[in-house]
């Protein structure tokens, strides 16, 4: 049985009846993508073609990771019905991934603030890696780190530098934490295994192994990126603090003095 995501699981409806579903298709030029977007009012058609034009022009942000064949996306109507199928802790969530049932979105008519267009876009985007991030993973649970980084590489999200230091030096083996606490964690695990390990190939290869072993993450990580990861963990924290010390250079270089021509 597929493990739940930290924000989505399925829930049969209790209806009697069940909702009759429409769909929004759309064929993306210039590649072998599709995206489907479901819904059950008449009324949501609006919105889904709203957001089906939304996904294809943000796809090639999720793209970097994968270039899905499909992308579906399913519209909601109310919170509680959005709070029913991503589980306990999502109040507030406006999206969420399932890799058995697309990407879930509760209708801007129904959310509880007017939504812009901005806020959509970034909803949007990080839907996109996370669903695509557990297509490969083949609907496994993934560690938060790995997630949340995955989401921050690939959407643009950064952290400062400061926050880098503050990890390198923490106790806990965090390569090895199915959750984290902190965002910022994620950001810089995927930052290091994108620029000292090899780039998105080697992560692309992890969250395969996932799918065919779930139940070994840490070996998994140990066997694509070929060293124990007490040692990857050890390195990573070198490569933090070179990175905060070349950042502390260009601060300090940045503040010397007017830039005034004689």
Do not use: C
Not at 222 to 245: A, I, K, M, N, S
């Amino acid at each position: 049985m597929r493990n739940r995501l930290a924000l989505a699981v399925w829930v049969v409806f209790l209806a009697a009846t069940p909702p009759v579903w429409a769909q929004e298709t759309v064929e993306l030029p210039g590649t072998t993508g599709r995206i489907n977007v479901g819904f059950t009012e008449p009324s949501d058609q609006g919105q889904a073609e709203r957001l089906r034009e939304v996904a294809a022009r943000l796809k090639p942000v999720s793209d970097q990771l994968e270039n899905l064949e499909e992308i579906k996306i399913v519209i909601l109507h109310s919170p509680r019905e959005l709070e029913l199928r991503l589980g306990p802790g999502s109040i507030g969530a406006s999206s969420g991934a399932s890799y058995l049932d697309g990407i879930l979105f509760l209708s801007p008519l129904a959310w509880q603030r007017n939504p812009t267009d901005e806020a959509i876009d970034q909803e949007m985007s990080e839907a996109l890696v996370r669903y695509t991030a557990l297509q490969l993973a083949g609907g496994n649970r993934l560690p938060a780190w790995l997630e949340q980084g995955l989401v921050s590489a690939l959407t643009k999200r950064s952290f400062g530098a400061t926050t880098g230091e503050l990890i390198a030096h923490r106790a806990a083996l965090l390569l090895a934490e199915a959750e984290a606490d902190d965002p910022a964690v994620g950001y810089w695990a995927v930052r290091y295994l994108l620029e000292a390990r090899g780039g998105l190939a080697p992560v692309r290869q992890l969250l395969r192994l996932v799918a065919q072993r779930p139940g070994s993450f840490v070996e998994n990580l140990q066997l694509v990126y070929g060293v124990p990861v007490g040692e990857l963990e050890r390195d990573w924290r070198r490569w933090l603090l070179q990175q905060v010390e070349e950042e502390k250079k260009r601060e300090g270089t940045t503040r010397q003095g007017p830039l005034v021509k004689d």
